[in-house]
């Protein structure tokens, strides 16, 4: 029996194409495979229905042909990006989901806090590292980080994007760009107003993010911290809380 078969990998979500919400990839068309449990318990976490145990029931232990079967449906067997997300996804065996995909055409990225490195980051297209601010309330482990960037080698394109809500995480984004230079750095405001898992329609603060926002351009261009890239989330601009686009 191969590999792909034998992997059980526990999934949240599967939706899409629809397009990237934030970071390095914004604005392109994709199909997100969210997968279920995490290692971090972020204080303003908007995907709880995939990192808290309580939901674990709603998370569905797919093999690697049902996963894929499921993503080729979604983009009529089209290639394009797939982004693996969670959760963290680092915590999934999902080296051979990437290697069927890449059989085909598709590419992945992946996003992960960086707290757990794997081998299989060597062969993704994007690996986008996003260590955790101090409002999460989580501690980040710099060294995990750097063996994720070992881990990742020369092929994947790499990213640092960190989540800012106040004076705090916008030290600490400016001292994890320090820690690693050649990395790009990618800002966002953080969404204060976070869907409850069982409301995923639930009313969000748009103009409290986009004062947020224009409060972190501020911040950049009077630092001249030119390096920096600020982005918003484009889908909750778009469609506030809503699951599943």
């Known amino acids: 029996m191969s590999e792909a078969r034998e992997t059980t990998i526990r999934v949240s979500e599967i939706f899409g194409p629809t397009i990237q919400g934030e970071g390095i990839l914004i604005g392109l068309p994709t199909v997100f495979v969210r997968t279920g449990g995490c290692d971090y318990r972020c204080s303003w976490c ?4 995939a990192v808290d ?8 232990p797919m ?3 049902e996963i894929w079967q499921e993503v080729t449906r979604l983009s009529g067997d089209k290639p394009l990006t797939v982004s693996l997300s969670g959760g963290n996804p680092a915590i999934q065996p999902l080296g051979p989901l990437i290697a069927r995909g890449h ?9 992960t806090q960086a707290s757990i490195a794997k081998d299989w980051f060597a062969d993704l297209d994007l690996l986008v590292l996003s260590p ?7 501690v980040t482990d710099w060294d995990a980080l750097a063996d994720c960037l070992r881990q990742a080698g020369a092929r994947p394109q790499i990213a640092l994007k960190i989540v800012v809500f106040d004076d705090r995480d916008y030290a600490y984004a400016r001292d ?11 800002l966002q405001p953080g969404n204060h107003t976070p869907p409850p898992p069982e409301a995923d329609d639930a009313s969000i603060d748009i103009e409290g993010i986009m004062d947020r926002m224009r409060w972190l351009v501020d911040k950049v261009t009077h630092d001249r911290w ?16 809503k699951r599943g686009v």
């Open 46 to 49: 908007d995907t709880l229905h």
């Open 53 to 60: 145990s309580e939901y674990r029931d709603q998370w569905q």
């Open 63 to 65: 093999s690697v042909d």
């Open 103 to 111: 059989d085909q055409g598709y590419r992945f990225a992946l996003e």
């Open 132 to 138: 955790k601010p101090p409002s999460s309330g989580m």
């Open 176 to 186: 994890a760009a320090a820690r690693f230079p050649h990395l790009p750095v990618y």
């Open 226 to 241: 030119f390096e920096a890239r600020v982005l918003p989330q484009l889908h909750v601009l778009l469609w506030g809380n």
